[in-house]
């Protein structure tokens, strides 16, 4: 995920321990991250630094049938946001917004 680490990998970037946060895979991504892996026959799947609980949940969920397993609760995909005030932000209450949106990268002149 990171092309610009160099032979050491992720340990190596700049950003390494205290400004990860830009590069932190986002639920969406751990999900698509963690069926791609399944799909190329991976079954150990895990994380290292940065990986924070709803990186675990966010893997656990996409993967729950593959191992007979179904979250006490399930996420929502932003049903609290259907009452919103503004009609932009009730858009954004279904999993299709979510699974479609870019990020950006947390910092203003970023590439």
């Known amino acids: 995920m990171s092309p610009e680490a160099s032979v ?3 340990i190596d970037l700049p950003e390494v321990p ?3 946060e ?3 895979c986002t639920r969406v991504e751990m999900q698509r991250y963690a069926r791609e892996a399944y799909e190329a026959g991976i079954r150990f799947i895990g994380g290292c630094c940065g990986f924070e609980p709803y990186h675990l949940r ?3 969920e996409e993967l729950g ?3 007979d397993w179904e979250p006490t609760f ?3 995909w932003g049903k609290f946001l259907e009452k919103h005030t503004t009609p932009w932000v009730r858009a954004r209450a ?3 917004y979510w699974q479609n949106l870019t990020p950006g990268p947390g910092r203003p002149y970023a590439a």
């Open 65 to 67: 049938k593959e191992r």
């Open 22 to 24: 830009p590069r932190i």
């Open 18 to 20: 205290f400004a990860l």
């Open 94 to 96: 279904n999993k299709e």
């Open 58 to 60: 966010a893997l656990s």
């Open 8 to 10: 050491d990998g992720f």
């Open 74 to 76: 399930p996420i929502r």
